[in-house]
């Protein structure tokens, strides 16, 4: 089955760096786009960014566009998003979500737990 | 970008009773519109996809329609475990959005 795992959320200071990471099992990662998805406490959905099934193409939110970074490595069936410059404001529960496509950006058909960064002094 | 606007934000129903959901899209998506329901505490799970193909393993009572800009999420009769938040999202081009969230509630 489909399993998606997120970790390296937890506790950073303003202007400080986050890697998040998301393993990937059950289904051929090197086949799908990938996302992660963010949620502010009591808030709704927010895209954040998207990668391609060989990372080739990438794509951000304006509102973080210059501060997060997707990549991924297919080799280890892992997901990663490097968030530098972090704001209070980027204080979320951070998805992982798989594409249903490879390169088009469609639905998300399967998500990880998520995992809870917040941005203090 | 394409801006999701969902009514109403949050409803009052009681087990049984048939509720519709909109959502309008700022501009054209053709089909490229899913929906999504959210359990407090828990990622959200994927119901509808191409505004009206239900995703395997969903149940039949849920059944979408629409195209363009105007879109619906009708629960047909609406069972104890359903009273949570729903979410549209297209993905008409390469910047998916979502839509704000609608609450249902038990009235």
């Known amino acids: 089955q489909v399993q998606l795992v997120e970790s390296g959320g937890g506790v950073v200071q303003p202007g400080r760096s986050l890697r998040l990471s998301c393993a990937a099992s059950?289904?051929?990662?090197?086949?799908?786009?990938m996302h992660w998805v963010r949620q502010a406490p009591g808030k709704g959905l927010e895209w954040v960014a998207v990668?391609?099934?060989?990372?080739?193409?990438?794509n951000e939110a304006d509102s973080v566009k210059g501060r997060f970074t997707i990549s991924r490595d297919n080799s280890k069936n892992t997901l990663y998003l490097q968030m530098n410059s972090l704001r209070a404001e980027d204080t979320a529960v951070y998805y992982c979500a798989k594409d249903k496509a490879d390169v088009a950006v469609t639905f998300f058909d399967y998500w990880g737990q998520g995992t809870l960064v917040t941005v203090s002094s | 970008d394409i801006q999701m606007t969902q009514s109403p934000s949050s409803l009052s129903a009681s087990v049984g009773d048939r509720v519709t959901i909109t959502c309008r899209a700022s501009q054209d998506i053709i089909n490229s519109l899913a929906w999504y329901q959210q359990k407090p505490g828990k990622a959200p799970k994927v119901l509808l996809y191409?505004?009206?193909r239900l995703e395997s393993g969903v149940p039949s009572r849920f059944s979408g329609s629409g195209s363009g800009t105007d879109f619906t999420l009708t629960i047909s009769s609406l069972q104890p475990e359903d009273f949570t938040t729903y979410y549209c999202q297209q993905y008409y081009n390469d910047l998916p959005t979502f839509g704000q969230g609608t609450k249902v509630e038990i009235k």
């Open positions: 990668i391609s099934n060989d990372g080739s193409k990438k």
């Open positions: 191409g505004a009206s």
């Open positions: 059950g289904f051929t990662f090197s086949s799908y786009g």
